[in-house]
């Protein structure tokens, strides 16, 4: 099995994403945020890329969501933090959700044959279904405005650990940066919350206000769940279909 990791989203081209699978990951915070919502039972999450974008797909009883410079937007109903998208703010309900990262890497991956979100949240999860879906993998890291961020390799590093654990190491080919970042997350692995304490995302969220957002984001394989994109919705399937070979 063949996984190519992207260390950002600016680093990304669409037309190569045709016929793949493709993990997107946004640790800090929109992919570890539209798990815990799913998980948490709200009934889809459409991602958009701009505020314009999300208030024209509002409809009544939908959420509003996102976040711009890291704080909630103006008029909207929940910021981007995991700790807001509790079963009572969510249950039930429909989000719009736009960030500056994450969502941004969603719409970039959707020509891809299968478009999954992770986060250390379900990184093993990620893995199964990747090998369940049996196409080439990208592993999209968002990073920050087109550069790379720490939190997002090492959950890509975390990932490959998993498929590699779960196929063995001669199984499992991936790129230089892969390489990188797997022995990354193996020499970070017992010590997550600190590192993404330290790294440049960490400290951002820490001045904001939202550390608690951190240890939340450090969480690793708490579900099996793994939003995938349905037309245009994110939400959890029983499982996920491959569709038919090309
Ligand atoms: O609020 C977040 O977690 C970030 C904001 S920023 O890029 O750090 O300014 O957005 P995300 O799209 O989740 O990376
Ligand atoms: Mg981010």
């Known amino acids: ?3 190519e990791v ?10 190569d994403f045709l016929h793949k ?5 946004d640790v800090i915070r929109a992919t570890s945020t539209i798990i815990t919502a799913l998980i948490n039972g709200c009934k889809a999450i459409i991602p958009v890329e701009t505020v314009l974008k999300a208030k024209e797909l509002y409809r009544e009883g939908d959420l509003l969501a996102g976040e711009r410079f890291c704080k909630k937007i103006a008029g909207f109903d929940l910021g981007n933090s995991p700790l807001e998208f509790t079963k009572e703010a969510v249950q039930g309900r429909r989000i719009i959700l736009t960030t500056t990262n994450g969502t ?3 719409q970039k991956a959707a020509k891809a044959d299968r478009v999954l979100a992770g986060a250390f949240l379900n990184s093993k999860a990620c893995a199964e279904a990747a090998i369940a879906l049996k196409r080439d ?3 999209l890291c968002a990073g920050t ?5 720490l939190e997002d ?3 890509a590093g975390h990932i490959l650990e998993e498929l590699v654990l ?4 001669k199984h499992i080919a991936t790129n230089d940066f892969g390489l990188a970042m797997r022995g990354c997350y193996l020499q970070a692995q017992n010590r997550l919350y600190e590192t993404l304490l330290s790294c440049t995302n960490g400290k951002k969220m820490c001045k904001s206000g939202f550390q608690g957002d951190i240890a939340a984001c450090a969480l690793t394989n708490t579900t099996d769940q793994v939003p995938v994109l349905e037309n245009d919705h994110m939400m959890l399937l029983p499982s996920i279909p491959a569709r038919p070979a090309f």
């Open 1 to 3: 099995m063949h996984i």
């Open 6 to 15: 992207v260390a950002n989203i600016g680093e990304a081209r669409s037309d």
């Open 21 to 25: 699978t493709v993990i997107v990951v």
């Open 104 to 106: 941004r890497g969603i």
């Open 137 to 139: 993998t990208v592993i």
């Open 145 to 149: 405005q087109d550069v790379f961020s």
């Open 153 to 155: 390799g090492l959950c």
């Open 166 to 169: 779960a196929l063995g190491e």
